[in-house]
C-alpha cells in the first residue's frame, strides 16, 4: 500500500520507535527491503537518492518503486532522498513520490529556506511530504569516513526551531554526529542535541548515515526523538560480502545465482535493522 510518509512517521510516534528508509537504488535492493518489511509486517521507506541518478535513472526505476509500493502488504512511502535541485524534486513527484527531501544544508540559511518553501509547495499539491535538512550530515554513500571533526557541522537547535517554523516542513534531517558511507573512526553521538532539536521543534526528526550505528546508540536516539532513520550502506555491503562467499564456495555460472545470494543477504541485514529500529 502506498502512503506517504506522515502516514509511517505516525505510526513511529505511537509505537515509540523508528521507520527504517532504506535506498533502493535498484531491483535487487528494492526487493530485499519490500521482502523484510512484509515479514515483520511492518510500514517501512523505500527511497532514491538523486546521487543514484548515475547507477539507476529515476525514470527507469521510480515507477518500479511506486508499483511495488502500491502492491505491497504493508504501508510503504515511496521516497526521494537528497534531492539537490527543483526540478529533480518535480521530477519524483510528477513520478508519484509520495515524500521527498529537499537537501538545501549546503546553502546559505536564507536561500535554503527559500528553496525548501518552494518544495513543500510543489510536495503538497501531489499530497506528499517533505523532510529537510538544517546542519550538514557529512559524507557520501560508498566511501570510508573518520568524523573527528564532524561536530563542525552539527545542527544548531535555536536554528533547527526557526528553520521549521520558516518552512513548514513535515520532518528534520539533523547533523548530531552521523556520516553517510563506512565509519573509519566510532561515531559519537549528540543525544543531548537530538533531545533539544525535538524539544524546540516539535517535529519527528531523521538521522541519515544511520547502518553503521551500533545498535545501543541507535535505540538510545530512538529514545532521545529519533523517528526515521536513514540506512544504505551496510546493507549493500552485506550482499557484496554474500557474493564474495559464494564464489569463494563453488564455481557460479550464472549471475542470477549471484543476485539471488545478494537479494537473501541484504533482506536479512534489513530484517536486523528494522528489529533494531523496533527496539527490540
Known amino acids: 500500500m502506498l502512503v506517504n510518509m506522515n502516514h509511517v512517521l505516525r505510526y ?12 533502493t537504488p535498484n531491483l535487487e535492493i528494492l526487493m530485499a527491503v519490500i521482502r523484510a518489511a512484509e515479514k515483520r ?45 527543483l526540478d529533480y524534486v518535480r521530477k519524483a513527484l510528477d513520478l508519484g513520490f509520495s515524500a521527498v527531501m529537499y537537501d538545501g544544508s549546503s546553502l ?22 517533505v523532510e529537510a535538512e538544517i546542519g550538514i550530515v557529512t559524507g557520501h554513500e560508498g566511501k570510508i569516513f573518520a568524523i573527528n571533526d564532524v561536530s563542525d557541522a552539527y545542527t544548531d537547535p535555536e ?32 543525544f543531548d542535541r537530538i533531545v533539544k532539536i525535538k524539544e524546540l521543534t516539535g517535529l519527528p526528526l531523521v538521522m541519515h548515515g544511520g547502518s553503521g550505528i551500533s545498535a545501543a546508540d541507535t535505540q538510545r536516539a530512538i529514545r532521545c526523538g529519533i523517528r526515521k532513520i536513514n540506512y544504505f ?9 554474500a557474493v564474495k562467499k559464494l564464489l569463494e564456495e563453488k564455481e557460479v555460472k550464472y549471475f542470477h545465482d549471484l543476485a539471488n545470494a545478494a537479494v537473501d543477504a541484504m533482506e536479512q541485514d ?8 523496533a527496539l527490540e
Do not use: W
Not at 270 to 277: E, H, K, Q, T, Y
Open 233 to 241: 550502506s551496510y546493507m549493500s555491503n552485506a550482499g557484496v560480502k
Open 12 to 23: 513511529a510516534q505511537e509505537k515509540q520507535c523508528c521507520i527504517g528508509a532504506f535506498d
Open 270 to 277: 534489513v530484517l536486523n535493522a528494522m528489529g533494531m529500529f
Open 159 to 190: 536554528l533547527a526551531a526557526r528553520y521549521v517554523k520558516d518552512t513548514g516542513i513535515d520532518a528534520l534531517a539533523a547533523s548530531v554526529g552521523t556520516v553517510h558511507g563506512f565509519y573509519a573512526t566510532k561515531p559519537k553521538l549528540d
Open 41 to 85: 509486517e511492518e510500514p517501512v521507506i523505500i527511497q532514491h537518492a538523486q546521487l543514484h541518478e548515475c547507477e539507476m535513472p529515476i525514470h527507469i526505476i521510480g515507477p518500479i518503486m511506486v508499483r511495488m509500493a502500491k502492491e505491497a502488504r504493508v504501508p510503504v512511502c515511496v521516497m526521494l532522498d537528497h534531492g539537490e535541485d
Open 108 to 129: 546559505a540559511y536564507e536561500e535554503n529556506v527559500a528553496m525548501t518553501r518552494e518544495v513543500v509547495v510543489m510536495a503538497k499539491a501531489c499530497n506528499a511530504d
